[in-house]
């Protein structure tokens, strides 16, 4: 009996312990789970800081006159006066440029639509009609009219030649063929593109005519479309806009200029900042691509819009995390 009743004192003491247990286990839960959840707040709010930092930065957009005035307070910040005279690039020391595969080295995407796609279609729509008169004439000499057969007599010269030569002979011919004179001067109006016959006709042009009459010369003997562009710059030497003609020849660009008499080539001209190129593709709006130098080579690529009045268009471009190569533009 006595041994009956010390079991059950130690079973009532047991089902005590295990109460007790049991209460001090939830209750240690209780506050494990709060200082858990207390713990878990900043992680969540540090997991959300890391997200942030681990995701892409938000492309922001600028237009041309920010980046301008934002350069002249570097400039002023630097103590240095904004000159178009120098051909200094304003960009990081670890930095390095890329070269690409339109003229003058540069990177080009499409331009937005505007004043220059307008000019452009319709002097295409003017080349094909002049081109198929042209065309004509030699096929058939009796239906020239008198700038058709000039221009045939122009091209059967050049065609004496053969690559650079036959380039250097169209860019001389097509500057001796017309005489310089403004849009102002000529139409009373400050910007026309004519076309290869009209300019022809009036005997008369500005850059654009020129460089489109050496396009149409090229094109007619024997050059394809694809190496072809017709070049807006801007010459920072005389703070003027002006246009070329750009032929390529053996994987290299050449210069027709109705300014020059003889090709050169984009490194022969370091004063010329290429803005747009025309031609098969259209507008392009051309841009110097750099790229960032760290341990393991070249990258975070970049593009740097070349800068310039034509047209005045506010030209939005994308400003991505590097925001220190902004100033890495073409002035």
Known sequence: MVFVRKSRGWSRIASGVVSLTLTLAWA????????LNKLAAPLASEDFVLAQVARPPTARFFTINEVLARQGLQNAALGRAPSLQSNEKIVDSDTATIAGPEPFGLFGFRAPNGRLWANWRAIQAQLGNDLASIADCRARPASCTEAAAHFVSLLEEAEKKSGRARIETINRLGNKSIRYMSDTQQHGEPDRWSSPLTSLTSGNGDCE?????KYAMLRM????????????VRNSAGRQDHAVLAARDNKQWLI?????????TAEELPTYKALYSLGHGGVTLLATRFASIDGAGLDSAELAPATSNWGRNEIQVEETAGASQYAALLL
Request: aromatic share 6%; no cysteine.
């Open 28 to 35: 240690n839960e209780a506050v494990a789970q709060s200082r």
């Open 221 to 232: 003997a024997g050059f394809a479309s694809e190496d072809l562009r017709i070049v807006l």
């Open 209 to 213: 005519d020129y460089a489109i009459l």
């Open 256 to 264: 027709l200029d109705n300014q020059r008499a003889v090709t050169l």
